[in-house]
């Protein structure tokens, strides 16, 4: 049973930072492609930032360039998501996904979703 989740998210004050965790089992990490994705109250799940088995690629929406930093260890079967400088629009849940495929990852249909974790930021 393929299981991601996620970690790190809480109650924040504007200009803080954060380090999110996706910690995956139940399959081979190492082969999988990592996103995260972001839903705020009212409005779609947004693709946020993805990165190849092999960390060699990385890819993220102009929205998060920047401020944004996704990468992973294999041999702790976890992927991270750095936030700095967070502000209130940061406010959402924040989901990863993985995938075989990077393009895949991007998209609204990847192969495995985690359940999220939620991120407030107070201004």
């Known amino acids: 049973q393929v299981q991601l989740v996620e970690s790190g998210g809480g109650l924040v004050q504007a200009g803080d930072s954060l380090r999110l965790s996706c910690l995956a089992s139940g399959l081979t990490f190492s082969n999988y492609a990592i996103g995260w994705f972001r839903q705020a109250p009212g409005l779609e799940r947004e693709f946020v930032a993805r990165?190849?088995?092999?960390?060699?690629?990385?890819d993220y929406a102009d929205s998060v360039k920047g401020r944004f930093t996704i990468s992973r260890d294999n041999a702790k079967n976890t992927a991270y998501l750095h936030i700095l400088t967070l502000k209130p629009e940061d406010t959402a849940v924040y989901y990863c996904?993985?995938?075989?495929?990077?393009?895949?990852?991007?998209?609204?249909?990847?192969?495995?979703w985690g359940q999220g974790t939620q991120v407030t930021v107070s201004s």
């Open positions: 996904a993985a995938d075989l495929n990077f393009v895949q990852v991007a998209t609204q249909s990847p192969r495995f």
């Open positions: 990165i190849s088995w092999s960390s060699s690629n990385t």
